[in-house]
């Protein structure tokens, strides 16, 4: 990343191509979350996991349009909160904030416990609370005292990770040359023990998998082109995410017809044994297991920032959370806080955890096509005329779709997401002194990209 001076101020330096921002967004989102999401998604869904990856792509799609749309409207580096802020009302922006912040909190639990779960699969004497224990203290202690090392370790180990996951489909592709498929290719697209209902509550837990395209508008300053570049590649990471997704998922479903499963959460494990033996799959299990690790921090690391940026900033008290050790520099109670709610996946299963994660996202997804719509209404008002079927109707969709599929999440993560969104607003109404006064402001323009969900 190069960066250049001017005056007494740093502005980065626009190098990357509409390639490198997709290659970005792609990292971010870590394709190969299929393979783990697979088990639970082709569950949900009646055995069509490749349709309910297609209805979670074309959702996104639908929400990457307007990320694309609100980062030429707002350039620079920017995310839901911004938008929401700038387009709407600084109180409605900081609830967006806040339910990034639920975003942000869990996302580290279900890396946790994929983790654990592929710990398990590995030695399945030991319970998985204990592996999810084990994984829990590795991640903060790293992140406590060794950050710098964690994320150049990261990054070997994602590119480690890629190139199983391409292994993988290479030998689900020779068993089914070999063995064939007791299933159809329309059986695995649709078949009696699916419905319409079965695929939307599957595509509701399948937009796990994509979370972490919008990443790619923080790029504002980095991109060639600046917005225009920053617009395309948004909707490039999502199509081609999706393609990926629902190729690889195809396969699987292929390899493995119908959802039913030993242990739908283990699912992607089973299949590896399937199609390349036992020794294979151990091999291949460390390398996820290494991979999901290093997510791990990642994410742990991107969680507590988030708390301090929050507390710094005075949206969360700055007292608890806008602090950093004088040893370490890094925010050790906010780490900590992670790791406590990392426990709590002793008592989940991966979809409803998965759940939780997308109960903010979206909020935050129906917020960003809201902004849209807000921001065809300034234009119009200053004489300016943007196409109302791109500004209006395809947004419309969007909020639609977003809540629609917030809807089918589990019932679980809809009692949480809303009291969580309850506690937001009563705390929003504490900050404001009864909504009267702005919100504070989160500065979020130098988050560092958070890197990948665990891999294959």
Not at 6 to 29: E, H, P, Q, W
Not at 160 to 184: D, P, Q
Not at 209 to 232: H, K, N, P, Q, W
Not at 310 to 328: E, H, N, Q, V, Y
Request: one cysteine or more.
């Amino acid at each position: 990343m190069n960066s250049e001076t001017t005056g007494n101020s740093m502005r980065l330096k626009g190098d990357l191509s509409l390639f490198s921002v997709v290659l970005f967004g792609l990292a971010y989102i870590s394709p190969g979350i299929v393979v783990t999401m697979f088990g639970v998604v082709a569950a949900t869904s009646g055995g069509v996991a490749p349709t309910a990856f297609a209805v979670a792509t074309l959702a996104m799609l639908l929400t990457g349009l307007s990320y694309a749309k609100m980062a030429r409207a707002v350039p620079g580096a920017g995310s839901v909160y911004t938008y929401a802020r700038k387009m709407l009302d600084s109180r409605i922006g900081f609830l967006s904030g806040w339910a990034m912040l639920l975003d942000y909190f869990f996302i580290p639990m279900v890396g946790w416990l994929i983790t654990a779960i592929y710990f398990n699969a590995q030695f399945p004497d030991i319970p998985k609370w204990v592996w999810l224990i084990v994984s829990v203290g590795i991640t903060t202690a790293i992140n406590i005292f060794g950050m710098k090392l964690a994320d150049r370790v990261n990054k070997v180990l994602m590119f480690i990770a890629l190139g199983s996951l391409v292994l993988f489909a290479t030998l689900c592709v020779v068993f089914l040359g070999e063995h064939g498929s007791s299933a159809s290719a329309t059986d695995a697209l649709w078949n009696s023990g699916t419905s319409i209902g079965a695929v939307t509550a599957a595509a509701a837990i399948a937009a796990y998998s994509f979370l972490g395209f919008d990443a790619v508008s923080t790029l504002g300053e980095e991109a060639r082109g600046g917005a225009r570049t920053i617009g395309r590649g948004i909707i490039g990471c999502v199509i081609a995410a999706g393609a990926i997704f629902i190729v690889l998922s195809f396969v699987m479903q292929l390899v493995h017809p119908g959802a039913t499963f030993i242990d739908v959460d283990a699912a992607a494990y089973h299949l590896k044994v399937q199609v390349g033996g036992e020794t294979y799959a151990e091999m291949i299990n460390f390398v996820t297991i290494a991979g999901s690790i290093a997510s791990c921090i990642a994410l742990q690391a991107s969680a507590a920032r988030l708390m301090y940026v929050m507390g710094r900033d005075g949206a969360l008290p700055k007292a608890i959370f806008g602090k950093l050790s004088g040893k370490t520099g890094t925010p050790v109670l906010n780490l900590l806080l992670t790791a406590a709610a990392g426990v709590v996946a002793m008592k989940l299963d991966l979809t409803t955890a998965t759940s939780f994660i997308n109960f903010g996202a979206f909020l935050g997804f129906a917020l960003v096509n809201v902004c849209v719509i807000a921001h065809l209404v300034r234009e119009r008002r200053d004489g300016r005329t943007p196409n109302l079927f791109s500004y209006l109707v395809m947004p419309a969709i969007g909020v639609g779709v977003s809540l629609y599929l917030l809807t089918r999440l589990d019932g679980v993560a809809l009692q949480i997401g809303g009291v969580w969104l309850a506690i937001g607003v009563v705390y929003l109404a504490v900050l404001t002194k009864g909504f009267r006064r702005p919100a504070p402001e989160m500065t979020f323009d130098d988050d560092p990209a958070a890197t990948d969900r665990a891999t294959v």
